[in-house]
């Protein structure tokens, strides 16, 4: 079967929606670089005349912005960042490598029945904000408010369905006949998974754990009502960014929102050679 020839008017339809699509990324990064005079300028300004960095500055130094006339922010984005950092990377790890556990339980054995993987899912079938209010009373309880092993478990316990979901049909796609086969050559059962199983659902393990950061790296709700002080996040310091003399800082939330774009691209640069055999490994079954 040969592909669809690309045609003008085909082509016209995707550059429209690539422009689209990446408006909103070209906006951010131009508001970023903005001085405070250029925030709310009307008409808007698109492309800055005069482009600075002390969007960036001001949100490790607080006091950087008060050249423009504009009061400095409460506090460094220094913890938000670390917090995110430690929180999303912990919370996808663990989320993974239990998710993949229960993913070969269910798929070589049908651990729990059929219909195990649907009531896993419908753990997040519950929108955030109808179970938030008991996590706090359950936090408050066992002392896990404003701690980052608190945030992490939410982290693990919100992610888990979908990362035992999407590995599990990585899994079943896999036939089980390699395995034996490995088991039969002498390894042992845990073994025939580590060193078989894993590496020939490389493309979808990765594909997932992206797809897991990304939740945990912008997850918003639980890290606002379970922490304070002591541990905060990107999404959280976000909010952060208003005074009462200036308003809303734009620019210096376009700034952290910029940064917080980095890691993400990052982690999709580097294992983009196993995206596109991750994201359809499993689709066609035997």
């Known amino acids: 079967m040969t592909g669809r020839k690309l045609t003008w008017p085909l082509a ?12 909103p990324v070209f906006w951010i990064v131009m508001t970023a670089i903005k001085p405070p005079t250029d925030w709310n300028a009307s008409p808007a300004i698109w492309v800055p005349s005069h482009p600075t960095l002390v969007n960036f500055k001001t949100l490790f130094d607080p006091d950087a912005i ?12 220094t913890n938000s960042v670390f917090g995110s950092l430690l929180a999303s990377v912990a919370g996808t ?9 229960a993913a070969i339980g269910i798929s070589r054995y049908a ?4 219909a195990t993987p649907l009531i896993i899912l419908s753990g997040r079938m519950f929108p955030p904000a ?3 209010v008991p996590f706090v009373i359950i936090y408050s309880n066992v002392g896990l408010i404003d701690t980052y092993r608190g945030l992490i478990a939410i982290y693990v316990a919100g992610t888990l369905p979908f990362s035992t979901w999407m590995l599990k049909s990585f899994v079943d796609d896999l036939p089980r006949e390699i395995e034996e086969a490995a088991m039969i050559d002498g390894r042992s059962r845990l073994m025939a998974y580590i060193f078989v199983t894993i590496p020939l659902i490389r493309g979808g393990l990765l594909a997932t754990t ?23 996040t990107i999404p959280v310091q976000l909010a952060r960014y208003v005074t009462a003399t200036a308003g809303t800082l734009y620019g210096v939330q376009a700034a952290l929102a910029v940064l917080a774009m980095v890691p993400l691209i990052l982690a999709g640069l580097l294992i983009q050679s196993h995206l596109a055999r991750g994201m359809t490994f499993g689709a066609v079954k035997r």
Not at 93 to 101: D, F, Q, T, Y
């Open 12 to 23: 016209f339809v995707l550059f429209g929606a690539l422009i689209i699509s990446l408006f």
């Open 66 to 77: 008060r050249a423009y006339g504009v009061g400095g922010v409460s506090q460094s984005a």
């Open 93 to 101: 790890v663990l989320s993974v490598v239990i998710g993949l556990c």
């Open 111 to 114: 651990n729990g029945g059929k």
């Open 130 to 132: 109808a179970i938030a």
């Open 210 to 232: 992206l797809f897991i950061f990304i939740l945990n790296w912008s997850e918003f709700m639980f890290a606002l009502v379970l922490s304070y002080s002591n541990v905060t």
